[in-house]
């Protein structure tokens, strides 16, 4: 099955949450839908990690609807699966209203979470982190503030469009795979 160039897959059923409560479960789906269809062996070297420990994966994120098989290819005398996200554009769409599925996003969250901090270490330790101006790369805020419906409406919609900026294909040899994480809540008086 071919994934779908245009359109947004949305991830709702709670054993897709569940799924990505894995760290490397949640790591193998974001960079598929970064590189696009791929091997099980090119997203293991993608993601530093050996192609065996992560077939258990893609094959959990395949029964979830997660991962599609897209095709067969033989690279000499190997014959090697190629798989893709059901599209370029994933979306978590959640209910907070559903015991279940809040504790399966928060799982989802937590892997995420971890995946984003390694990754954001491995960055600010080697020594090449872009820490200022235009071509920054590396960034940490933690911010809060008290705003208005209209400020919150405007923050959601920097957050659409950062979302649509990191979620294009990549268009030419130059462009860098770039990653943010963003949580946004409103916070308890008690916090």
Known sequence: MAPS???????????QFQALASPVRSQVLWRLASI?????AEVAAALGRKPQSLYPHFEALREVGLVLHQSDRHTGRRHEAVYATPARNMLL???ATHAEKRQALWETVAAGSRNAMRSFQRRLLSGQAQTRGQLRDTHYSNLSAWVSDAELEQINQHLDAIQDLLQRPKQS??????ACMALLYRVDQED
Do not use: F, H, N
């Open 36 to 40: 696009g269809p791929a091997s099980v």
């Open 5 to 15: 160039t245009d359109s947004t897959y949305r991830i709702e059923r709670l054993e």
């Open 173 to 178: 040899a130059d462009m860098k795979l770039m």
């Open 93 to 95: 769409v959640y209910d």
